[in-house]
């Protein structure tokens, strides 16, 4: 008898996470950001706040006073609350501004006893209508904390407040659950003989070939020529950027001489290996990256030189990278604002799109997930800069794509205040990559590279993942994944660990008295052989997840 597969379903799976047994932990990436009429309910019931029964018109409103940061005209003191060490808080609050400028930024800080603050995020606020502002914080203490709103305008007015506590065990709960429902799916397989009977006890293997998620690891030139490297690195990761051999000043160090040879190399591969390539970069915003040529053309001799490069390393690439970074740092930079005016990138991503418009187009920048204290590149603010780049003439078809960095160089990474900024940049609905993930050194430095892929990886939003570690011999100082012999550090363990977590590898299953089985695998391409112990007979089928 023939055995033959005569199905395989997707199924979606849900799973609902419980931390309290009276709310629900999930993902507020799909709530509006725009400014609204009235203010949405807060959340988990206000937590540790209870204000979620004020209602518009009942609302606090701060005066005049002067924060000790320097940077803002009004403090608002909305609660004293105790934190405990460890513990994971998740802030939320509608404000709106009066008595000023039509908006400006409105930030939420945890003020310590000893006057320290500690900043968790913030918005951009307008009169007359609320906007939701998003933070969080991880406590490195057990203590008293003032929660403080900020703002340069002369009056801040806040309803339906929240702050939610979550244990370390907790939000590992619901980063494991969301896993389970965005990265993975419930495969149903049913086998029967080939007169339509069901097959009981057919066993099926269950072989990954590939992952569905892109979980990569930067690349350097040292790859060319040192064959441990190569091989250390094809066995683990299907995509990259390069970490420097695209970029400007390494192709054209000398006006008119263009020299791609590293960069080929380092293409042909990652070719080779399966291994697909982000284009990193295009330009990059900051005076002090330029060729050194460059720093001091004039605006007509730069944007003359500009366009040939762009030109140049689009079209040699067209079709063989997923993505570009057209204008790296565009929010701490702008070399090119200053010199060739305001819509400078939104030029050069114009120019990019039309030269190549199936590229997916990036903007990549720093400090927008890492570090809350850098009011430059806030979520926000990435999110207005990147839909002015949308707006721009000619832009309306671009496929646009969100890169963070991620360097994170605090002694705890704030991963709170990581997901609040995921789930503000989440409402564009585009695809976010943490494009070039590194830690501090440390003795902490493989448990908080850990927590923040944990955290990346299972934000519904986030498509893509990049770590900038590898090798010492390799050059990697910052984090380094191998030794000289390319045996593991600690750091490297973690990495290998998650890659092994966050695929299905082999499985086996066998079917029931109806010829069914059902299994949850992760996001990915497969290869399926399935038999049965009585007969002499087998099949095999390739299929998608």
């Known amino acids: ?103 400006e930024t409105v930030a939420v800080a945890f003020k310590a006893s000893n006057g320290e603050l500690v900043h968790g995020g913030e918005t951009m606020a307008k009169q007359g209508c609320w906007s ?73 293997l269950i072989l990954q070939t590939k992952s569905g998620f892109p979980f990569g690891c930067g690349m350097n030139h040292y790859i060319v020529t040192d064959e441990a490297y190569r091989q250390w690195f094809a066995s683990r990761f299907k995509v990259t950027s390069f970490t420097n051999e695209m970029k400007w000043y390494s192709t054209e160090k000398t006006r008119g001489v263009e020299n791609y040879t590293v960069a080929d190399a380092m293409v042909n591969f990652a070719e080779q290996n399966g291994i697909s390539i982000r284009g990193h970069n295009v330009f990059w915003d900051n005076r002090v990256m330029q060729p050194k040529w460059v720093k001091d053309l004039p605006p007509a001799e730069l944007m003359k030189a500009a366009t040939r490069r762009l030109n140049s390393v689009v079209s040699r690439y067209a079709g063989r990278l997923i993505g570009w970074d057209v204008m790296n740092e565009n929010l701490h930079f702008r070399f090119f604002e200053d010199k060739l005016g305001e819509n400078a990138s939104s030029m050069f991503y114009s120019m990019a799109y039309h030269l190549d418009p199936s590229m997916t187009l990036f903007m990549n920048e720093y400090n927008t997930i890492e570090n809350s204290k850098d009011h430059t590149a806030t979520a926000c603010k990435y999110k207005e800069e990147l839909e002015k780049i949308l707006s721009f003439p000619g832009n309306a078809g671009l496929k646009a794509a969100i890169g963070l960095e991620g360097h994170f160089r605090d002694p705890k990474p704030n991963i709170a205040f990581m997901r609040s900024a995921l789930d503000i940049l989440g409402t564009m609905g585009l695809p976010i990559w943490l494009t070039e993930v590194d830690v501090g050194g440390g003795p902490d430095q493989a448990h908080n590279l850990e927590d923040i892929l944990r955290e990346g990886y299972s934000h519904p939003a986030v498509e893509g993942i990049i770590i900038f570690g590898g090798p010492i011999a390799a050059g990697f100082k910052c984090m380094t994944l191998a030794n000289y012999d390319f045996e593991p550090t600690p750091v490297g363990e973690v990495v290998d660990k998650l890659i092994n977590e966050w695929k299905s590898g082999r499985r086996q299953v066998r079917t029931d008295s109806r010829g069914m089985s059902e299994i949850l695998l992760f996001h990915g391409d497969y290869r399926v052989k399935v038999s049965h112990p009585l007969i002499n007979s087998s099949m095999s089928i390739n299929f998608k997840v």
């Open 1 to 103: 008898m023939k055995i033959a597969v005569a199905s395989v379903l997707l199924v979606t799976c849900i799973v609902l996470f419980s931390g309290h047994g009276v709310f629900s932990f999930s993902y507020d990436y799909s709530a509006t950001m725009e400014c609204l009429a009235a203010p949405k309910r807060a959340q988990y019931g206000g937590g540790m706040i209870g204000f979620n029964q004020r209602t518009n018109g009942s609302t606090l409103s701060s005066e005049l006073g002067v924060s000790n940061d320097g940077l803002h005209n009004t403090t608002l003191s909305l609660k004293t609350v105790k934190l405990e060490k460890g513990n994971l808080y998740t802030f939320s609050a509608w404000v709106q501004i009066s008595n000023g400028s039509e908006s």
């Open 132 to 204: 939701l502002l998003k933070g969080g914080i991880v406590a490195e203490f057990t203590g008293v904390v003032e929660i403080l709103l900020m703002s340069k305008a002369m009056e801040i007015r806040v309803d339906n407040v929240s702050l939610q506590p979550f244990t370390a065990k907790e939000w590992r709960s619901h980063q494991d659950k969301s896993i389970d429902k965005v990265r993975k799916k419930k495969v149903s397989f049913k086998v029967t003989y080939a007169n339509g009977t069901a097959a009981d006890g057919a066993l099926i």
